[in-house]
């Protein structure tokens, strides 16, 4: 060759003038593209904003969160040791508290309710939030109780009226709306009553069997190392049965529940962008087939491969840009709504800043996922031949193939990454990869073969009109696989929530039904086993189960004491289970949640040797005992020799009354024990009649209704599925888009084609019905197969996780898949009145 | 004279299905600088082929192409675009003007990718001299069929290419406005001073050029020279 420059003189001043000019012309449809990741991005931005408002709002309002810079707290009374290192640290405050029966005797009605006796001058941070508001002070001294402002609300209780905890009444002077310690979720199952420490005792109400703590609080010097008098005293008070909390520790554990939840969130609005981003992929395939010609001639006038891809990826890249700062704004204004939808779930209002990061976050993501997701059309660009200007070049050279299982490459470990970015956890983050893979390649997959069997038995006896429209779903540059895939993967999620929550809420109710208890009586104790039996017999009811309970704790395992064990660092055992207060029963069979894993479930015992127990697997495994070991309880001062005898499979899911150690009958029977008696009533009235009596007569025996704990769950869930769902109609929005983006961008080319029919004589009418039969496929295919696979998950998730029998609701076919269909082809058909509406040369003569 | 494109050998063939296509068989001649050449022939017997080899478009099978003294089977893709970039211009049947681009902009490209300042400002006045001083900013959808030629042929001047390929210039126009682009396509290219290759199957077109090449089945049937001056 000769010395002619190899260098182009045009920079890249040029590429973005050429940018600029092309995306200018082609204004309306890049729009489309844009749209797409909007949606994505701003749940993305509003989920990690909000997450982000959370944890640092968490971190700001810990102490006044716990109400104290520390605490520590016991389920008994504290032992001499812990007592002598709680009066050394001098604590500010003490509280005892556990679930007990209220009683209202304004209307008669009862309820279970969470009893906070507290003492001195907690809380030390914060305060509780009452109305009036000098009752949360005037309560300690005006000898009244605090109640929960929506108990009072719930049960039409005002100031000044009654209520009864164990033996005492008390007036209500205040109504609790906000109290440091007590949580949205707990407080919903039992509202909390706060009254002065002192009456405690005198309630009656702490008895054997009463699940109750004991916290003392304390305040820190502003230096105090809180960190450090943790690592010093928690191996203490572990031995002790108590525990050391710091305001950072117990904000971590807060922070870090929401935070699973918020990451569980934060997939699905990755889902939707994921979606949008297949969006782009499909309408940058369409666009940049359109401008292949265009680019061949710009190489043919001398424009070099390099230069022709930096124009359309500068367009892409600025679109995407532009979609990630609208999407960001977006979000960033959707997270303001987030405390309100999530007021229930918080034990606090959250206050709303705009986070920097992910903002950049949005930013990043609109730029580099439609970069990465328009990169497989865009490389076309690269190898298109200017020979194209003289003919259509058939073959794509075996580069561009190379190069797209490369870019594909790079989308699977981009997703892979944010993936594991967004959940913390390689397996997740796999696991999360293979079912977006598995789920877009069933849906693609099932798109092929439909497209394939049209192709093989094409129906050529079918009227014109029926032809056409199958004809238009495996023409060149048909749209059907992209439609498939954006209505079905939004279908998918949408009915596969719908399917979860039917799951839960199944296993909630079926537990309750027939001749399963719904009122479980706690913490009877052995003399009013009788008359308990006595009040709930006359009325008809059954007496479902009579189980009796006895604490006790583990001596030694395997001939190692406890107190040994605790002292030995190399243990790998888990070491709950040496300061762990059992609750055990006995009996001589096995229950319907339980099932054999190893050994002979012994009913009873010869008083020769060990006495044979049979432990749940999850303790077995955690004390690493087999079959055969001995383990020594300490029952209340009498130590009692055992060996395994048999391990059993507990379905801990079941609302039921599972048992970790179950002893054989002939052993416990004379040991200091308390009841827990079921029974089942047909109705709430006679469900409060009996609440009712057996509160007066019984103040310390609490009631669980099993009704209203479902109702609850099913609030919760409501709540919670309306919160995912609120983040799926993202999935969904987007979807639309996608599809309007796909439609429009196949208008272009399939406008030629109606035109060409109608010039040939054909109706409108046909040209109408060509199309919504085609888009009446697309969308029954598409909803069809994506509520068909969310079936299918449902029933893993059913088999798999919740063990629960899965009956398919018929909501998602019902209304699912008609409402999708029928959207795609008010969608389709939206598109296509232009073309019916406007003489054929017109149409042609604007599409240009 | 110069030699401004030595054609020695040349040879292309496809694969269609499973057999071999000979599109081009041992094609060999010459084109002096600043004459007019023209290749005739029956649908399929190689022109558009033999113009995208000679234009650096395509590479061929067999021979070799050198264009302006430079051998074009050793460059790479981008280098034959850069070459022709600063060497040719081009004409086509269908006009291939980029739909996104006004008239204007369609013109300046060929001068914006030499990195010429005044491309807008020489693309106006060769719009006005193809008489289109008005329609600059005009989508080509907005244009007929003649103006559209009419862009092209000023495009094609825009970069004052040593060499012009003119691929059945008239081949989408009626007789009329046919007769009227191809006069304006011989007075730019008297005044430009441009060697002019058209590729057509029209022969009374090609009488109008100073050389004829005959092509029948992808060879050379004949390469004569007519009194065209």
């Known amino acids: 060759m000769t010395g002619h420059p190899i260098v182009s003189k045009a920079g890249f001043g040029w590429i973005l003038k050429m940018a600029w000019r092309d995306g200018k012309a082609s204004g309306k449809r890049l729009l489309l593209f844009m749209a797409s990741i909007i949606l994505g991005i701003a749940a993305v931005v509003s989920i990690q904003s909000f997450s982000q408002n959370l944890k640092e709002n968490i971190a700001s309002q810990s102490k006044t969160l716990m109400g104290a810079d520390y605490r520590i707290d016991s389920n008994q009374l504290p032992t001499e040791k812990v007592q002598k290192i709680i009066d050394s640290l001098g604590p500010r405050g003490r509280e005892v508290s556990f679930a007990s029966m209220a009683a209202f005797p304004k209307n008669g009605a009862t309820k279970l309710v969470q009893i906070r006796g507290i003492e001195g001058g907690f809380p030390l941070y914060g305060e509780f939030e009452t109305i009036p508001p000098t009752a949360a002070v005037d309560y300690k001294t005006k000898n009244g109780v605090l109640v929960d402002a929506t108990l009072m609300l719930q049960y039409k209780l005002n100031l000044g009226d009654s209520v009864k905890v164990g033996a005492l009444t008390f007036p209500i002077i205040g109504s609790v709306i906000s109290a440091p310690g007590s949580n949205a979720i707990s407080t919903t199952v039992a509202p909390p009553i706060i009254l002065p420490y002192r009456f405690i005792a005198n309630t009656g109400l702490l008895q054997t069997g009463s699940r109750y703590k004991y916290n003392y609080y304390f305040k820190a010097a502003p230096k105090f190392d809180i960190a450090a008098l943790d690592k010093a005293i928690d191996p203490i008070l572990d031995a002790e049965n108590a525990d050391f909390d710091s305001h950072m520790s117990v904000s971590q554990r807060l922070g870090k529940r929401y935070e699973n939840f918020a990451k569980f969130l934060n997939l699905v609005a990755f889902i939707a962008l994921l979606l949008g981003c297949v969006g782009i992929a499909s309408s940058v395939h369409i666009y940049i087939k359109e401008k292949l010609r265009g680019i061949a001639i710009l190489k043919c006038l001398g424009a070099t491969r390099r230069q022709t891809f930096l124009i359309y990826l500068i367009q892409i890249a600025g679109l995407g840009l532009l979609g990630g700062i609208i999407g960001t704004l977006l979000g960033v204004g959707l997270q303001q709504a987030f405390p309100l939808i999530l007021q229930e779930f918080l034990p606090f209002m959250v206050e709303i800043t705009t986070a920097v990061q992910p903002m950049v976050i949005g930013l990043l993501l609109g730029l580099f996922m439609s970069v990465l997701f328009a990169l497989l059309p865009l490389l076309s660009t690269w190898y298109v031949s200017p020979l194209e200007v003289l003919r259509v070049q058939e073959n794509s050279p075996k580069e561009i193939k190379r190069a797209a299982i490369f870019v594909l490459l790079g989308i699977i470990v981009f997703i892979y990454f944010f993936a594991f970015w967004l959940l913390k956890n390689s397996s997740y983050a796999i696991a999360f990869v293979v079912g977006i893979l598995l789920t877009f390649s069933i849906l693609a997959g099932v798109a092929s073969l439909f497209m394939w069997l049209i192709k093989k038995y094409f129906p050529s006896s079918w009227g014109f009109t029926a032809r056409m429209s199958l004809l238009n779903l495996y023409r060149p540059n048909n749209q059907t696989m992209v439609l498939i895939l954006a209505i079905g993967v939004g279908s998918f999620l949408i009915s596969t929530l719908y399917f979860t929550k039917d799951i839960l809420l199944a296993k909630a109710t079926l537990e309750a039904n027939a001749e399963n208890p719904n009122m479980i009586l706690l913490d009877v104790q052995t003399n009013q086993r009788d008359e308990v039996t006595k009040i709930i017999s006359p009325k008809g009811l059954p007496i479902i189960d009579n189980i009796p309970i006895i604490t006790m704790r583990m001596h030694s395992i395997k001939g190692v004491s406890v107190n040994d064990m605790r002292l030995d660092t190399t243990l790998t055992m888990n070491k709950w289970i040496l300061n762990h207060e059992f609750r055990v029963t006995y009996r001589d069979t096995m229950i319907a949640s339980e099932k054999l894993a190893s050994g002979k479930f012994k009913n009873d015992f010869q008083h020769n040797g060990a006495i044979p127990i049979s432990l749940s697997d999850n303790i077995a495994r955690d004390a690493s005992v087999v079959i055969g070991d001995t383990l020594v309880f300490n029952v209340q001062g009498v130590l009692m020799q055992t060996t395994v005898a048999s391990i059993r499979v507990v379905d801990w899911g079941r609302m039921q009354l599972n048992f970790s150690v179950v002893f054989p009958e002939g052993v416990l029977e004379d040991a200091p024990q308390f009841h827990i008696i079921s029974t089942t009533a047909p109705d709430e009235k006679t469900s409060a009649e009996l609440q009712r009596e057996l509160v007066t007569k019984f103040p310390n025996v609490s009631v669980i209704d099993l009704r209203q704990v479902i109702t609850l769950v099913q609030g919760i869930l409501d709540k919670i599925s309306w919160i995912i769902n609120f983040m799926a109609f993202f999935s969904i929005l987007t979807g639309i888009i996608v599809l309007v983006g796909s439609v429009r961008t196949s208008k272009y080319q399939r406008i030629r084609e109606s035109v060409l029919l109608r010039t040939l004589g054909a109706k409108s009418n046909q040209i109408l019905k060509i199309t919504a039969l085609e888009y009446l496929y697309l969308g029954i295919m598409g909803s069809g197969i994506g509520i068909l696979l969310s079936l299918i998950s449902a029933q893993l998730l059913a088999w798999l996780v919740f063990d629960s029998p899965f009956i398919p609701s018929w909501v998602p076919f019902g209304i699912l898949l008609p409402g999708i269909t029928i959207m795609v082809l008010l969608i389709g058909l939206g598109n296509s009145r232009s073309i019916l509406n406007s003489p054929p040369l017109e149409v042609l003569r604007q599409e240009g | ?229």
């Open chain 2, 1 to 229: 004279m110069t030699k401004i494109l030595n054609v020695r050998n040349l040879g292309k063939s496809y694969i269609s299905g499973s057999k071999r296509l000979t599109v081009l068989d041992d094609i060999t001649f010459d084109v002096e600088a600043g004459a007019s050449f023209s290749i005739v022939g029956p649908s399929g017997s190689g022109k558009t082929t033999l113009l995208g080899l000679c234009a650096g478009l395509d590479k061929s099978d067999t021979g070799s192409v050198s264009l302006c003294g430079t051998v074009l089977d050793s460059l790479n893709e981008d280098e034959r675009a850069l070459l022709r970039n600063k060497n040719i211009g081009f004409v086509f049947q269908d006009f291939q003007l980029l739909p996104t681009l006004t008239a204007l902009e369609n013109v300046s490209v060929p001068l914006e990718l030499q990195g010429n300042k005044d491309a807008a400002q020489i693309a106006k006045e060769l719009l006005q001299k193809v008489g289109l001083g008005e329609r600059t900013h005009h989508y080509p959808s907005q244009l007929s069929g003649g103006e559209q030629q009419r862009v092209a042929l000023a495009r094609a001047f825009s970069n004052k290419p040593a060499l012009l390929f003119a691929d059945e210039p008239t081949g989408n126009l009626d007789e009329e406005t046919g007769e009227k682009v191809i006069q304006l396509l011989f007075d730019l290219n008297k005044e430009a001073g441009t060697t002019l290759v058209i590729v057509t199957h029209d022969l009374d077109l090609a009488k109008r050029t100073q050389h004829i090449l005959h092509l029948k089945g992808g060879k050379i049937l004949t390469n004569e020279t007519t009194t065209a001056s």
